[in-house]
C-alpha cells in the first residue's frame, strides 16, 4: 500500500515541477522526509520559506506554527511584488498537526500577562519573546510591543538583541528554551519567575519577584522534551563509559545543565556530522530523527537518551496518505487545507520575524 502512495506523490512531483515546493521539518517520519525537497531544523525552514522564489505552492511537512510562519514569510510585500503580484499557497496535509507546547500560551492569556504585569513594572522597559513554536498572534504581540521571535538555534542571540533594547524579557511560551539560554547570560533562576497564565494573581508571583526579574518565563513546555531526565544521562554515563550526551534546549534545566552538548535539531544533526567514527552519543529529541542519525551513521554509536518512547504526536500525524491527498488535490486544482494568516496579524508578525532574521 505503501508502495503505491510514494508512485502517486512522486507522480504529482514530477507533473508540478518547481510550481511545488514541499518542506518538511526534521522530526517528519521517515517515509514522508523521503517525499521532500528540503527539510531542516525550524530557523532554515523559515529561511526556505522566505526565499522560496519559483514555487505556487508550498506542502509544510511539520506543524500548524511553521506553516503560518511560511505563510507570512513567503508572502511577503517584496517576495510578492518579485513574483508580479503572485501569492504563494502554503498547505498543511493534516489540521490537526498542531503544537502542544504553542497551544499553551493564548493570545488573551498573554495580553493579560502583560496588562497584570504593567501594574507593578514599566511594560515599555520588557521586551517580549516569543518562541517560533507559537500562534501568529503571538508573533504580532511582540512586532506590535517592540519585541522579536526566536528558534532553538539563535535564542541566545535574540535575548542580547532584546537586552539592548529593554531591562526585561517576557519569554513565552517555553520556559526550558527561556530558562537555558539565559543561565548561559550571568541570569539566575531567581531572576526568572514564572508566569502561570492559571494562576489567579500575577502570574502566581509576588510583585517582589516580578519587579526583580530579569527574565518572565511563561509556565509552557514541549510534552516531547519535558520526558527526558537527569537520570537517563546518570544512567548512560554510568553503564558507557565515554559516551557523550547531546540534548536539544527545549529540555528542562537539570538534563541541559549536565550534557555535553544542547541545540537545535539542525546543530544536533551538525555534530553528529561532525563527530569521528567510534563516537559514542546519548541523544534527547524526538525519537524519529534520533532513529534516522542511528541510520545514517552507523560508524557512530547512538542511544536514545530515554527508556520510554518520546515521539511527537502531532508531527507523526502527517503521513503517506495525507501527503498524497494534499497533492492530488492539488494537481485537480483544489486547496485543502490551506494555512492563510489574516492580513492584519500578518503585518505586525511579520515584523517580529524579519527582526528575527536580522539577528546574526
Ligand atoms: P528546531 O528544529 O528548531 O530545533 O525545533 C524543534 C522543535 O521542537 C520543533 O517543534
Ligand atoms: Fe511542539 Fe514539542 Fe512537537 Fe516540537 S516536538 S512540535 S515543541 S510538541
Not at 522560496?52 to 517576495?79: K, W, Y
Not at 538555534?153 to 531591562?167: H, I, K, M, P, T
Not at 569521528?276 to 545514517?296: C, F, M, Q, S
Request: charged share 25%; with cysteine.
Amino acid at each position: 500500500e505503501n508502495e503505491v502512495l510514494q508512485q502517486r506523490i512522486e507522480a504529482v512531483r514530477q507533473e508540478l515541477g518547481d510550481e511545488l515546493l514541499i518542506l518538511g521539518h526534521h522530526y517528519q517520519q521517515d517515509e514522508v522526509i523521503e517525499h521532500t525537497d528540503l527539510r531542516g531544523d525550524s530557523y532554515q525552514l523559515s529561511e526556505m520559506a522566505a526565499k522560496s522564489q519559483a514555487c505556487r505552492t508550498i506542502v509544510f511537512c511539520g506543524v500548524h506554527f511553521m506553516a503560518e510562519t511560511a505563510d507570512i514569510l513567503a508572502n511577503r510585500p517584496d517576495r510578492i511584488e518579485a513574483r508580479d503580484g503572485r501569492r504563494v499557497d502554503v498547505l498543511l496535509p493534516d489540521m490537526a498537526a498542531g503544537c502542544s507546547m504553542a497551544d499553551m500560551a493564548a493570545i488573551a492569556q498573554v495580553e493579560a500577562a502583560w496588562a497584570d504585569m504593567s501594574e507593578v513594572i514599566d511594560t515599555e522597559q520588557v521586551i517580549p519573546v516569543t518562541y517560533i513554536n507559537s500562534a501568529a498572534s503571538l508573533k504580532a504581540f511582540c512586532g506590535r510591543n517592540g519585541g522579536i521571535v526566536c528558534t532553538s538555534s539563535n535564542a541566545r542571540a535574540v535575548l542580547e538583541w532584546a537586552f539592548e533594547r529593554g531591562q526585561r524579557v517576557f519569554f513565552f511560551p517555553d520556559q526550558h528554551l527561556g530558562r537555558n539560554t539565559a543561565l548561559t547570560m550571568d541570569i539566575t533562576e531567581e531572576q526568572m519567575p514564572v508566569w502561570d497564565p492559571y494562576a489567579l494573581e500575577m502570574g502566581g508571583n509576588t510583585d517582589e519577584q516580578i519587579k526583580s526579574s530579569r527574565v518572565i518565563l511563561w509556565k509552557g513546555h514541549c510534552s516531547v522534551h519535558q520526558m527526558f531526565r537527569a537520570e537517563h544521562v546518570d544512567r548512560f554515563r554510568k553503564e558507557h563509559p565515554g559516551i557523550k550526551i547531546l540534548v536539544h534546549p527545549e529540555c528542562p534545566r537539570e538534563v541541559n545543565d549536565i550534557a555535553d552538548v544542547s541545540g537545535s535539531t539542525g546543530k544536533i544533526i551538525q555534530t553528529v556530522k561532525n563527530s569521528p567514527a567510534g563516537t559514542k552519543w546519548a541523544i534527547g529529541t524526538e525519537l524519529h530523527l534520533v532513529n534516522r542519525l542511528k541510520d545514517e551513521h552507523p560508524e557512530q554509536e547512538i542511544h536514545f537518551l530515554s527508556p520510554v518512547v518520546c515521539m511527537c504526536a502531532t508531527m507523526y500525524r502527517i503521513d503517506l496518505t495525507h501527503l498524497c491527498w494534499t497533492l492530488e488535490n492539488l494537481r485537480d486544482g483544489r486547496l485543502v487545507n490551506q494555512i492563510r494568516v489574516d492580513e492584519e496579524t500578518t503585518k505586525w508578525s511579520l515584523i517580529a520575524l524579519e527582526r528575527m532574521l536580522a539577528v546574526k
